[in-house]
Structures are given as C-alpha cells and as structure tokens.
Nanobody, 122 residues
Framework: QVQLVESGGGLVQAGGSLRVSCAAS????????MGWFRQDPGKEREFVVA????????TDAASVKGRFAMSRDNAKNTVYLQMSSLNPEDTAVYYC???????????????WGQGPQVTVSS
C-alpha cells in the first residue's frame, strides 16, 4: 500500500511559476512509476507527466511540454512538478499517482493523492 500526500498549489498569475510536491509512504518508492494528472470541474481527468522509478525517463503531455518538468528524489520518497509559463487553461486540481510498473505500461495507476488546487489568473 502506498499513500500519497501532495503539497503546494495555490493561486498564481498567468506567466508565473509554481511547484507542487508529492510525498509517498513505503520503502520501495524507486520501484514505482509516478505521474501527475489534472482535472478541471466538468472535464475528464487528463495525463500531465510521468517519470520512471529511476527518474531517468520522463514523459510529457503535448499541452505542457517545455513548460512543466517532473523530478523525483528517491531518498526523500518525493516527486515534484515544476510548472512555468502558466496560463489560465492550466487551472485544475493536480493529482499525484503511482503504479508498480513501467511508465509505458498500460497498467493503470493504483494509488492516488488528494490533489492540490492550482489556479492561474489572467
């Protein structure tokens, strides 16, 4: 069982930057692929970015490529999502997720955090 607790989020002006973090419980954190998803009210949850257990491989959605970056510190059981050049369309609840399989695997993410709200004002 993995528990995920996010922190960060909040209100930022368009063009600004923000970082959200996700701390995981458990002793085998490096064995999990981690991802960030987001959901705006009335819309489906969408994939944002994912990172391999080693942190060496990152996969980004086209909508955030070049603006968002994901990293992880396996010694701290924590992943980070650094967001820059934010625009109002990035407003959403951002969820951290984990799965014990490669990023490219079709396996669904089994563990989810509660999700901090990120609001970008114009």
């Amino acid at each position: 069982q993995v528990q995920l607790v996010e922190s960060g989020g909040g209100l930022v002006q368009a063009g600004g930057s923000l970082r959200v973090s996700c701390a995981a419980s458990g002793r085998t954190f490096s064995g999990y692929s981690m991802g960030w998803f987001r959901q705006d009210p009335g819309k489906e949850r969408e994939f944002v970015v994912a990172i391999s257990g080693s942190g060496l491989s990152e996969t980004d959605a086209a909508s955030v490529k070049g603006r968002f970056a994901m990293s992880r510190d396996n010694a701290k059981n924590t992943v980070y999502l650094q967001m820059s050049s934010l625009n109002p369309e990035d407003t959403a609840v951002y969820y951290c997720a984990a799965k014990r399989s490669p990023v490219a695997s079709l396996d669904k993410y089994a563990y989810w955090g509660q999700g901090p709200q990120v609001t970008v004002s114009s």
